[in-house]
Structure formats: C-alpha cells, structure tokens
Nanobody, 127 residues
C-alpha cells in the first residue's frame, strides 16, 4: 500500500486542522492505521490508532479529547481531525499502516509495529 498524507499547514493556537491519509493499492480497512508525529529534534511519537475493524481507537494522553481518527472506506482515506491545537502540537505528522492481524493498544502505539509509512505533512501551531 502507498500512503499520501496531506492537510498540514500553519494555524493559530486554538484552531483546527484535518489531516488526510489517502491509500492506494489495498483498502485501508485491511490495516490497522496510525498517526505519529515528530517535532524538531525529538523522536517520533505515537498520536492515535484505528483498528482494521474500525471499532477500536486509542489516543496518546497528550491529544485525547482534542484529536479524532476516522476512516472513509469509500475514499480509502483515514483522517485526523485536530481541534484546540496547541503550539506543542507542532510537528511533522505521519500516517502508517500495520499489516498484522494482531491488535492491542500497546502494539498499535509502537512505530515498529507499522509496515508502511506516508511521507509526512507539517503542522505548525503559532502561539
């Protein structure tokens, strides 16, 4: 599968953005999908994940209640709705796909679990 992330940009603190991750080659519903982010000078960190069944989600504490992951099977796209953005949300955001049938929130929060990665989209939140 090939993943194409888009939707990043510059937004003021308190604002919203919606990131998209368009997949080609296989339906996103056959993968566990995740979003990760990497701020300058920092390691990549987990943001959220959606199980292949679509009925399980898991969020990092830092984004819980503000970010929402969703999926549109018809468009073969996964979304990350980001509300109440903070300057500390500034990062390059990556979408990823995990081919394994094994799913737990612990495994899905590890970047090493994912087999395919998009190119990243930059989100900058100004104070």
């Amino acid at each position: 599968v090939q993943l194409q992330a888009s939707g990043g940009g510059l937004v003021q603190a308190g604002g919203s953005l919606r990131l998209s991750c368009a997949a080609s080659g296989r339906p996103v519903s056959t993968y566990t999908m995740g979003w990760f982010r990497q701020a300058p000078g920092q390691e990549r960190e987990f943001v959220t994940t959606l199980s292949r069944s679509g009925d399980s989600t898991y969020y990092a504490d830092s984004v819980k209640g503000r970010f929402t992951i969703s999926r549109d099977n018809a468009k073969n796209t996964v979304y990350l709705q980001m509300n109440s953005l903070k300057p500390e949300d500034t990062a390059v955001y990556y979408c990823a796909a995990d081919n394994s049938y094994y799913y737990t929130s612990q495994s899905a929060s590890r970047s090493a679990s994912y087999d395919y990665w998009g190119q990243g989209t930059l989100v900058t939140v100004s104070s």
